[in-house]
């Protein structure tokens, strides 16, 4: 299985940027569907991005598309979430997710999963 470890995450204001990174290791990267969830206490996560095995094909959740750019990297085994004119509902632990399986929106799929990295964004 792999792992996965997110870093980038941090206090911003809103319109600012961030760019999350997630590293993977142990397993073929490029055989698995990457995404990018978030979640706020008391709430469900969400899916916010992903991108398919070639980094040809990307889905995003409405509310971030314009803003947000999700990419890969299979040379460095890294997925990425380029994050511009953040908002405060951005505001979220944001996770990295790998999938094995064949839909890359199919939230399901997503079995393993990082630690989590914390982004705020003030008003």
């Known amino acids: 299985q792999v792992q996965l470890v997110e870093s980038g995450g941090g206090l911003v204001q809103a319109g600012d940027s961030l760019r999350l990174s997630c590293v993977a290791s142990?397993?073929?990267?490029?055989?698995?569907?990457m995404g990018w969830f978030r979640q706020v206490p008391g709430k469900m996560r969400e899916l916010v991005a992903t991108?398919?095995?070639?980094?040809?094909?990307?889905f995003y959740r409405d509310s971030v598309k314009g803003r947000f750019t999700i990419s890969r990297d299979n040379a460095k085994d890294t997925t990425y979430l380029q994050m511009n004119t953040l908002k405060p509902e951005d505001t979220a632990v944001y996770y990295c997710?790998?999938?094995?399986?064949?839909?890359?929106?199919?939230?399901?799929?997503?079995?393993?999963w990082g630690q989590g990295t914390q982004v705020t964004v003030s008003s």
């Open positions: 997710g790998a999938s094995a399986g064949s839909i890359i929106y199919k939230f399901t799929d997503f079995t393993s």
């Open positions: 991108v398919s095995r070639n980094g040809r094909n990307t």
């Open positions: 142990g397993s073929d990267f490029s055989t698995y569907i």
